[in-house]
């Protein structure tokens, strides 16, 4: 009879996204997480296999809890640009600490290395996309290219904040994304 599992898979997945959130992918081990969780290295190995398997878990977790997130800011938010400029802060992180960011962005490279959780970034940037398309424009010929626009502001604006932090992460972005919308209502159509 096979033993019962004391540390469910689940667990070992939340014990693997903190250590790589506070120390990046690169330190995330079967012996880091095992130290973590109280399992061997060998017992997550039989689980999991391959490190790239356990950080596709991990990092697939948190595209669930993100598609989540915009599937609901998506049903809450106004259907107007100002909508649009409510859903994107209620993905953004309110008060970041820079390292927090940095250590953001690591995981990030990893979802572009791996194939699976590529597709899955490029999934829900066209979800993105076609929320905020909806709330700039009614001219469905032009929602894609403005929500995608709008999605990459949005990530540009983290960027700069990043760079520049001369204001608080929120105001920064959000001051952003307003003149965006601004600019785009000047536009015909």
């Known amino acids: 009879m096979a033993r019962p599992k004391t540390i469910t898979d689940q667990g070992v997945l939340d014990a693997a996204i903190a250590i790589m959130q506070e120390r990046g ?3 995330l081990t079967f012996a880091a997480v095992g130290k973590t969780v109280g399992l061997s ?3 997550l190995v039989q689980r999991f296999g391959t490190k790239q398997t356990m950080i596709r878990a991990a990092l697939s977790q948190l595209w669930d809890k993100l598609d989540a997130l915009t599937a609901h800011a998506d049903t809450v938010c106004a259907d107007s640009p100002e909508g ?10 309110s008060a970041p600490e820079i390292e927090d960011y940095v250590q953001g962005l ?3 490279r990893e979802d572009m290395r791996d194939p699976v959780l590529r597709r899955r ?4 940037g066209k979800t993105l996309a076609a929320a905020l398309g909806r709330r700039l424009t009614r001219d469905p010929d032009r929602q ?3 929500g995608r626009l709008m999605a990459a502001q949005w990530q540009g604006a983290q960027l700069w904040w990043a760079f520049e932090r001369d204001t608080a992460p929120a105001e920064d972005i959000e001051n952003d994304l307003r003149a965006f919308c601004d600019l785009i209502a000047d536009r015909p159509g």
């Open 25 to 27: 992918p690169d330190a």
């Open 41 to 43: 290295p060998a017992t």
């Open 84 to 93: 649009a400029v409510a859903l994107l802060m209620q993905l953004s992180v």
């Open 106 to 108: 690591s995981l990030l």
């Open 121 to 124: 970034g490029a999934a829900w």
């Open 144 to 146: 894609n290219r403005l």
